[in-house]
């Protein structure tokens, strides 16, 4: 043979080889990411009489192992293994319950044999519990929460592909240092952000910046990351805190009473927060009872009732004099949250505002 043609062919075979070592699967099976997933009830484990019935169901009675078997293509982009902590609706989460599974999170990423967490949950308070997550697990090992707004067993189930989309999320590498991640309806949300705003769409979770990302066919896309501190950045550490003091809401409206609020402060609470109207309004006749709830120890906190938008010091009502805080862009129910973590350091009002301005 011409030795030229030779050279040429040993060229051409080593080029092969090359190129099939840089390919993943023919030369060695590219290795998955170890997942973890954690049940924790809610309608995508739960199952209507008829497949006709969407918003008729009981929540919350599928095992794990049979949500894991209904999709079985997760396994296909990583190795997935169920863990059942609970089997409840969302709406009967309870603050030892958030410990409890932060917990259970945190121990499982710190093994070095789980790459990353997925969570499925009730829609009804998914956003709280995610929110609590990113302010508490110390890991930048992805932790992704998903839910459903149809059980299982309804017509066009949105579950299963929330699922899919959930685990291949955590799975990805651009996932990791991003916080707790919310995926639903192909969109990936930050924790910080995202809202349920309406009662039965499948697109029901909105963010007011928008999402960090889409998944499209199985493969993670971010354009935008958080900016807020979130788990390893967050000042917030369970191992120093054994049980949440009591924060509660109430609700603006017009004509309304100091009823609840005074309800509440007999109840225990260490702090309420005001979800007014508007830009966090309070009546004029309210000034008065919540001053006297503040002369009590209790903190009062102003927050808008309207689903998003910042909630500004000093605006039309006194809060240096009164001894008010107010929030940032954070919705009532996750300022709550945000506040029974800051009262576990400090109780200094200057200090609790700064908390609300940072994350």
Known sequence: MNPSVVSISRRLVCSLLLTACAIPGLAQEVKKQNIVLIATGGTIAGAGASSANIGVY??????????MAAVPEIHTIANVKGEQIFQIGSHNFTNDRLLQLARRVTELLKSEGVDGIVITHGTDTLEETSYF??????????????????????????????????????????????????????????????????????????????PLGLVVEGQARFYRAPIRPHTVQ?????????ALPQVDIAYGYQNMSRAAYDALVASGAKAIIHAGVGGGSVPEYMVG??????????????????????????????????????????????????LALALTKTTDTKELQKIFLKY
Do not use: C
């Open 58 to 67: 009981q929540a919350a009675v599928v095992a794990v192992d049979k949500i």
């Open 133 to 210: 997550l990113n302010l508490t697990v110390k890991s930048n090992k992805p932790v992704v929460m998903l839910g459903s707004m149809r059980p299982g067993t309804a017509l066009s189930a949105d579950g299963p592909l929330n699922l899919y989309n959930a685990v291949a999320v955590a799975a990805s590498k651009e996932a990791v240092g991003k916080g707790t991640l919310v995926v639903m309806n192909d969109e990936i949300h930050s924790a910080r952000d995202v809202t349920k705003t309406n009662a039965t769409r499948v697109d029901t979770f909105k963010s007011p910046y928008g």
């Open 234 to 242: 967050s000042e917030f550490d369970l191992d120093k805190i054994q």
């Open 289 to 338: 009872p919540l001053n006297e709830i503040r002369g009590k120890g209790v903190f009062v906190v102003r927050a808008t009732r309207t689903g998003s938008g910042v909630v500004i010091r000093n605006n039309s009502v006194k809060d240096d004099a009164n001894d008010w805080l107010v929030v940032d862009d954070q919705n009532p129910q996750k300022a709550r949250l945000l």
